[in-house]
């Protein structure tokens, strides 16, 4: 069984960073696309960004230009780079994988936006 740990969130101020990780118990080489995506509090889970096998990118306009996916395939992990937070990005982060027909999601992380 697959499995995803996210790692790398936390509470930070507005216009801060964070940086989280998703780490993948088997090579993500056989993932055809992994992303990320939130679920804030009285809202449905939203897609934040993707990126395919082949290292296209997609992202949400909320994020778009704050936000940076990438994929270190020797480390099996998948990253998700956010600049630039607001208090809207509040959520849980979820990492998602595809591999085939399988769907596999991560426990997720806790982002808090805040003073």
């Known amino acids: 069984q697959v499995q995803l740990v996210e790692s790398g969130g936390g509470l930070v101020q507005p216009g801060g960073s964070l940086r989280l990780s998703c780490a993948a118990s088997?090579?993500?080489?056989?993932?055809?696309?992994m992303g990320w995506y939130r679920h804030a509090p009285g809202k449905q889970r939203e897609m934040v960004a993707t990126i395919t096998s082949g290292g296209t990118t997609k992202y949400a306009d909320s994020v778009k230009g704050r936000s940076t996916i990438s994929r270190e395939n020797v480390k099996n992990t998948v990253y998700l780079q956010m600049n630039s937070l607001k208090p809207e990005d509040t959520a849980v982060y979820y990492c998602n994988g595809v591999r085939g027909l399988a769907l596999y999601w991560g426990q997720g992380t806790q982002v808090t936006v805040s003073s």
């Open positions: 088997e090579t993500i080489f056989s993932f055809n696309n």
